[in-house]
């Protein structure tokens, strides 16, 4: 494992982006923690920096990384959710997120992405496809642009999101048909380990909690 690195955070509001913000700074890392509206009292209590920032303009996107404390990796947390009209940022927002990272000289790039999306379409459960298969799709793309981008990536497909604590029973596997639920906060601990493990650079991963 190396040192905690300066992280940026978009899509940081979600739970696990809580969670991750709040992991980082414990560790000695504050994060910059960028979301649509800049302000989530949650956040600040994490002790992240926040940043405001729409993932769909990319100019936002540059003005951030321009003025916020450097970073050494991006995590991307931003997705669509069904049965809302505004336009997904699954596919347009993670492209703007990966174009900047690459024009800042920001080489690590994790992306959270789900089960179902790219290989894994068959292992999500029938009713996540046709609820989220548009979303999916959308992802499926934002992983495509990714490996092709030059960056050192790494892909990480949580399972269903569950809101219950930590367990300690998260774990990530290189298999495409293993599906399962994880608790967010269990996702964060498993981005954090990522980020300061460079053996997991280039490797896409379902992340599930052990049965049990």
Do not use: C
């Amino acid at each position: 494992m190396s040192v905690v690195p300066r992280v940026a955070i978009f899509g940081a509001s979600s739970g696990i982006g809580i969670e991750l913000a709040r992991r980082l700074a414990a560790a000695g890392s504050p994060p910059v923690a960028v979301t649509r509206s800049g302000a989530a009292p949650a956040l600040a209590t994490a002790g992240a920096t926040q940043q405001r920032a729409d993932v769909l303009d990319r100019a936002a996107i540059d003005r951030v990384l321009a003025v916020a404390p450097r970073a050494d990796a991006l995590v991307s947390l931003v997705g669509g959710r069904p049965f809302r009209k505004e336009p997904p940022p699954d596919w347009d927002g993670n492209r703007n997120l990966v174009d900047a990272a690459n024009a800042a000289g920001i080489r690590r790039f994790v992306l959270v992405s789900t089960i179902g999306a790219g290989g894994s379409r068959a292992a999500a459960p029938w009713i996540a496809r046709l609820v989220l298969g548009r979303f999916m799709a959308l992802k499926t793309q934002a992983e495509d642009y990714l490996r092709l981008s030059g960056l050192d990536w790494t892909i990480v497909r949580p399972g269903h999101l569950t809101d219950q604590p930590a367990g300690g029973q998260g774990q990530l596997l290189e298999d495409e048909q293993v599906s399962g639920a994880i608790p967010r906060a269990d996702v964060a601990a498993l981005v954090e380990r990522v980020l300061q493990d460079p053996a997991t650079i280039g490797r896409t991963y379902a992340a599930i909690a052990r049965a049990g």
